[in-house]
């Protein structure tokens, strides 16, 4: 797992599948089977529009189409590690935000994916927020949320 | 997310950054609170923490009343509520997206080998 501490503004999300980790790896980085989960409920990701090169300095871009409305949201990402089948690295390049796929092999056929999203906004980067902002934004989110109410919604 | 709702989404955030501040939007969260109120869980000159109130006042997390003597200050849910809703955002796709993925590897294991496009019109 990671053994960095805990950086500024970071999300952390974890599940577990039951497949091996090769399979789970391309899932990750082919157009044919991204197309099957990368828009969430309600949002197809045409295979059409997925570009994908998996290699530092490639392209991952997508487009999300709202499922009711039609409306298109264009994604652009530059991988920024490909380490099949344990670890991909991209920076979304309109938010800057990274994301770090992890994937564990448990030794059972099953495997646990990792995501880490850090550097949320701009704003965090500032050295002193870095210094101040010592909560993952999981927790922190959930910290918020039973201060207004919204986490068990 | 319009740009101005960034700029407020990253206000915001930076404003949280200080377990400090944290503690007095935990606190008003309960309720209203004057200065005096807030300074008292804290090793903390007045001044000091009215700096703290300044920064959240300025990214609109809190607002004081301007007329009463003691202008107690009151804690802004909405503007709370979009940081929690933006972190909770990210956490709902990265669910969703895997939700279905677990069914796309469970069909791929099983033979069936749905391929795009495979919904009828």
């Given at each position: 797992?990671?053994?960095?501490?805990?950086?500024?503004?970071?999300?952390?999300?974890?599940?577990?599948?039951?497949?091996?980790?090769?399979?789970?790896?391309?899932?990750?980085?082919?157009?044919?089977?991204?197309?099957?989960?990368?828009?969430?409920?309600?949002?197809?990701?045409?295979?059409?529009?997925?570009?994908v090169d998996p290699r530092p300095g490639g392209v991952f871009e997508t487009v999300m189409v709202n499922d009711a409305d039609g409306s298109q949201y264009p994604t652009r990402a530059v991988y920024v590690e490909v380490a099949e089948p344990e670890r991909l690295v991209w920076t979304e390049s309109h938010s800057g935000m990274t994301v770090t796929a992890t994937f564990t092999d448990l030794g059972d056929g099953r495997t646990e994916v990792h995501i880490r999203q850090t550097n949320v906004p701009e704003a965090f980067r500032s050295p002193q927020a870095q210094a101040g902002f010592l909560t993952s934004l999981d927790r922190f989110a959930a910290y918020l949320g039973g201060l207004s109410g919204k986490a068990t919604r | 997310m319009t740009?101005?709702?960034?700029?407020?989404?990253?206000?915001?955030?930076?404003?949280?950054?200080?377990?400090?501040?944290?503690?007095?939007?935990?606190?008003?969260?309960?309720?209203?609170?004057?200065?005096?109120?807030?300074?008292?869980?804290?090793?903390?000159?007045?001044?000091?923490?009215?700096?703290?109130?300044?920064?959240?006042?300025?990214?609109?997390?809190?607002?004081?009343?301007?007329?009463?003597?003691?202008?107690?200050?009151?804690?802004?849910?909405?503007v709370l509520d979009a940081a929690v809703d933006w972190i909770e955002e990210s956490r709902r796709v990265w669910a969703e997206r895997f939700d279905k993925l677990g069914t796309h590897l469970r069909d791929l294991q099983s033979g069936s080998h749905p391929r795009n496009g495979e919904d009828d019109e």
């Open positions: 797992m990671n053994e960095q501490t805990t950086a500024p503004g970071e999300l952390n999300f974890s599940r577990r599948f039951d497949a091996p980790r090769e399979l789970v790896f391309r899932c990750l980085i082919e157009p044919e089977h991204l197309a099957h989960f990368w828009g969430p409920a309600g949002v197809s990701a045409p295979v059409e529009h997925i570009k | 740009l101005a709702a960034e700029d407020q989404l990253d206000a915001t955030f930076m404003a949280l950054a200080d377990p400090t501040r944290r503690a007095i939007v935990a606190r008003l969260a309960e309720g209203d609170a004057t200065v005096n109120e807030l300074a008292a869980p804290f090793d903390m000159t007045l001044p000091g923490i009215s700096k703290h109130l300044k920064v959240l006042e300025r990214c609109g997390l809190i607002s004081r009343t301007r007329r009463a003597q003691f202008r107690p200050c009151h804690l802004e849910a909405d």
